[in-house]
């Protein structure tokens, strides 16, 4: 006997982790070409594995926000033997009409270890502490991207004195020529607006 479609939604939502379905017109063709490589970053309830928007159902903005803490990040295509770095950025600090703080440094853990990737774990060192997506109040939506960057083997990655005082305003471009990280292996992105909004 086949389940009911509306039984079968409601039952996802009561187990808890949802996948987020999003269609073509939820998100702008740019938006939606971000994401490639096949990273997936877990929250408690969130299972995000494509570009999308995150959707009110469930204060699942105000969660991403205020609630959950780091997500699992996983990345099935890492190299047992590769070290990796992870960046996590609001390209759209504090409006996206009006980035003046563009690149806004929401995480940045280096010499993650590939087999530990493969299982969702960040075993590395931890340059910027995760701060959850907060856009700001009638900014409306802002992009949080996740990179992921094949390290080279032996070259320490850090930030200048300038780059540890603020994590606003930040030169990702000169951070990955610095450190020849070249082009992310995959990334990840959604949109989000301030739960009030």
């Not at 994401?35 to 959707?55: A, Q, T």
């Not at 299982?119 to 856009?135: E, M, R, S």
Request: proline residues 8%.
């Amino acid at each position: 006997m086949a389940v009911p479609g509306p039984v079968l939604v409601l039952s996802m939502w009561i187990l808890g982790l949802v996948h987020v379905e999003t269609t073509a017109d939820t998100l702008s063709s740019l938006d939606a070409s971000f994401c490639h490589g096949g990273l997936e970053v877990i929250y408690p309830e969130l299972d995000i594995d494509e570009c999308l928007i995150i959707p009110k159902v469930r204060k699942l903005r105000e969660k991403v926000s205020t609630v959950w803490k780091a997500p699992q990040v996983y990345f099935s295509g890492a190299h047992k033997r590769k070290m990796y770095v992870l960046v996590m950025v609001d390209p759209d600090a504090p409006h996206r009409t009006n980035p003046a703080s563009a690149y806004w440094r929401h995480w940045l853990v280096a010499d993650i270890q590939g087999d530990a990737l493969t299982k969702g774990q960040l075993q590395g060192t931890t340059l910027t502490d995760y701060y959850p997506p907060t856009p700001p109040h009638k900014s409306g939506f802002h992009r949080y991207q996740f990179m992921l960057f094949e390290k080279l083997p032996d070259a320490p990655v850090s930030l200048t004195e300038q780059e540890t005082s603020s994590r606003g305003k930040w030169d990702l471009q000169a951070f990955i020529t610095r450190f020849d990280l070249g082009e992310p292996v995959a990334t990840l992105q959604f949109l989000t607006q301030n739960y009030k909004d």
